[in-house]
């Protein structure tokens, strides 16, 4: 018999494993809790990277950071996360160039536990991998990437998603083709274009 509680882990299309975490605050300079279930109603993205003061990961974060506005006017709340502490995330915040003006709130899962529950977790190093997760407002994943060790990540592609996502959202019973953009030809599935998607797409 268990003699403790198992961990909840990630799944696709079903309630996002809740945390609540201390976060270094770039904008106020300070340290607060990051609870998920106090995002509720909101859009959220999760960007969990391998650790501070490494190479690949402030351009990725950079690159987020240059899409402020666009994750703003989406309605959708960035939140970065590594296993460092809010001491090093300060410090990484106020030394490198690239995280200059670094706009969003950084989680600190320092134990580990969240990283495990969203099953990015290298348990020999202690690192998380380069896992992004898409939260919808009901507290559903809708979207996971887990990238290989040093291939960064693009935010426009992220973007892409979320519209995409937030279009369905609005429009139940649709369905976005590959390289899908707002204004683009979108699917509505039926036995009735069975075998027949390139005519539909063309109508």
Same mark, same amino acid.
């Given at each position: 018999m268990c003699e403790y509680e198992l961990p909840e882990y990630v799944k696709i299309d079903t309630k996002a494993p809740d945390f609540t975490l201390p976060a270094y605050n770039p904008k106020t300079d300070d340290e607060e809790k990051i609870s998920l279930e106090n995002l509720k109603g909101k859009w959220v993205v999760l960007f969990y990277y391998p650790a501070d003061f490494t190479f690949v990961c402030p351009t990725e974060l950079k690159d987020m950071a240059d899409e402020e506005q666009t994750f703003h006017d989406l309605g959708v709340e960035v939140l970065a996360a590594s296993t460092d502490t809010v001491y090093s995330h300060r410090a990484w915040v106020k030394h490198e160039m690239l995280m200059?003006?670094?706009p969003y709130k950084m989680l600190a899962d320092h134990t580990t536990r969240i990283a495990e529950m969203y099953n990015i977790l290298d348990e020999e190093t202690g690192i998380a991998g380069r896992g992004t997760f898409i939260i919808d407002p009901n507290g559903i994943v809708k979207w996971i990437e887990?990238?290989? *060790?040093?291939? *960064?990540?693009?935010? %426009?592609?992220?973007?892409?998603?979320?519209? %995409?996502?937030?279009?369905?959202?609005?429009?139940p019973g649709t369905a976005c083709p590959a390289k899908w953009v707002i204004g683009s030809k979108t699917l509505t599935p039926s036995i009735k274009i069975s075998g027949e998607v390139g005519e539909e797409l063309q109508k």
């Open positions: 200059k003006k670094f887990v990238t290989s *060790g040093p291939l *960064g990540r693009n935010s %426009a592609e992220l973007i892409r998603k979320i519209e %995409a996502l937030q279009f369905m959202e609005k429009n």
